[in-house]
């Protein structure tokens, strides 16, 4: 017989032997999603092939995290470095959003999740964009999950972004140089208004953000895999809550 399945949060489903998983929950998670090459090329295949498996991943970490009522996911889809990269595989990238969503939307729907991008959309090749612009169209009414992908998206940007747009309500009179405090600053980053994320994880052994959620991570638990991203699954999430479970978050307090 199969595990017992049982209800609880936001009527999500866990099995019974998860029971450890079903208080303290991560309300965000973010996750840098690395070593699809490194899978492609360990198999004699393309490094496309990691990212194809890659983007079958990412179903099943939203499927994964819904269930155990993660509020908020974040996941790190192509950064501003990028662009660095061999033209065949950006534009294999680049073409990955448009086939995700088209095979997933119904199932986004259902749920109720929110999808939400952040990074500069406008560098995007057109057939990408208007991929972002529907998805975050058809699903802004949506209640459940908001999970956000960062697309052409680097911490160092976002926040020079943000500098630009203070500086301009100034010059518009609109705020002033001493009104400048974290919490106003912070409703300038784009991720707002999503909470700093709880739980950093990152694959494939590297150890670093990577230009990520700079300003947001400051307190967040970081965890780390050797795992290569195509290789994830939900015993590995699992392994990563029960960690940050463990984890005394006094955010430079005491208790
Ligand atoms: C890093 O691995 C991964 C990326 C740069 C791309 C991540 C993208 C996905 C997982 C698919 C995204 C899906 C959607 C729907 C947008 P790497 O190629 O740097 O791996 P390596 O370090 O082993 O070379």
């Known amino acids: 017989m199969g595990p017992l399945i049982g209800w609880f949060g936001r009527g999500k489903r866990v099995s019974a032997g998860d029971s450890d998983l079903k208080e303290n929950i991560p309300n965000h998670i973010a996750i840098i999603m690395d070593g699809n090459g490194r899978w492609a090329t360990r ?6 092939a990691g990212h194809r498996a890659g983007m079958n991943k990412v179903r099943e970490a939203i499927r994964a995290c819904d269930e155990l009522g993660v509020q908020y996911l974040t996941l790190y889809a192509f950064s501003t470095e990028n662009w660095k990269r061999p033209q065949d595989e950006v534009d294999y990238l680049m073409r990955l959003p448009e086939e995700f969503f088209r095979t997933e939307i119904n199932e986004l729907l259902k749920r109720g999740v929110q999808v939400r991008f952040v990074g500069d959309v406008t560098q995007l090749p057109t057939y990408t964009r208007e991929t972002v612009v529907n998805t975050q169209r058809l699903t802004e009414g949506n209640t459940g999950m908001v999970v956000t992908f960062a697309l052409n998206y680097g911490g160092r940007a976002e926040v020079i972004h943000a ?38 994880i990152r694959t494939s052994g590297e150890r670093r953000l990577s230009n990520f959620l700079i300003w947001q991570s400051v307190y967040s638990e970081l965890w780390f895999t050797e795992v290569l991203w195509p290789d994830f699954t939900r015993t590995t999430l699992h392994e990563a809550i029960r960690d940050y479970q463990r984890r005394k978050r006094r955010f430079g307090g005491l208790k």
């Open 163 to 200: 500098i630009h747009h203070y500086a301009d309500q100034v010059k518009a009179g609109l705020a002033t140089w001493e009104d400048l405090s974290e919490e106003n600053f912070g409703r300038l980053l784009s991720t707002f208004p999503v909470p700093d994320p709880d739980l950093v």
């Open 43 to 48: 198999r004699g295949l393309p490094r496309i």
